[in-house]
């Protein structure tokens, strides 16, 4: 098994749920799977 570690001066990948157009794109560029993706309901 391995250990993870962070390294310095990379950069970091934060979801703004405000911004988010559903795109996918972080999906994408995240080399990790971190993000996953559910419907988004529509804002009345």
């Not at 703004?16 to 799977?33: T, Y």
Request: charged share 25%; proline share 9%; net charge positive.
């Amino acid at each position: 098994m391995f250990k993870l570690v962070y390294l310095p001066n990379v950069a970091t990948l934060r979801l703004d749920p405000e911004k988010c157009i559903g795109c996918g794109m972080c999906r994408v560029v995240c080399p990790h799977a971190a993000f996953g993706r559910k419907e988004k309901s529509r804002k009345p």
